[in-house]
């Protein structure tokens, strides 16, 4: 079931929905097979209340975008890609911890204040 909090984004709409959001984002690369993809989605879907930003959560699949997971050079499902101001800024590869997902998402705040 589709987690609509997360922002569906592909390769056709990546640039427009990630590279030239003003503020910050988070992307979660992952694939309908996965376990481990599913859990990812969640954790991010349920930070949203912790979040006092307007921070963009998005999502692509890796199976059906393969130009973006390219270029990106992504390897391990799920990895997530933080970016400021459309520039990658940090990465966690694999399923992070509520805690992990709130430190790094702070961490990008301060580096972009």
């Not at 609509?4 to 979660?28: A, Q």
């Not at 050079?73 to 990465?91: C, E, K, R």
């Amino acid at each position: 079931m589709p987690d609509h909090t997360l922002t569906t984004v592909t390769d056709d709409s990546f640039e427009r929905i990630v590279l030239n959001y003003p503020g910050t984002t988070v992307l979660l690369f992952e694939t309908d097979w996965s376990g481990a993809s599913h859990i990812a989605a969640l954790q991010i879907a349920g930070i949203r209340t912790d979040l006092h930003e307007d921070i963009h959560l998005c999502r692509i699949n890796t199976d059906a975008n393969p130009v973006t997971v390219g270029r990106h050079g992504v390897q391990n499902i799920p990895t997530l890609l933080f970016y400021s101001q459309g520039q990658i800024v940090d990465h966690i590869v694999g399923t992070p911890s509520r805690k992990e997902l709130l430190q790094k998402i702070g961490g990008v705040l301060d580096r972009g204040s």
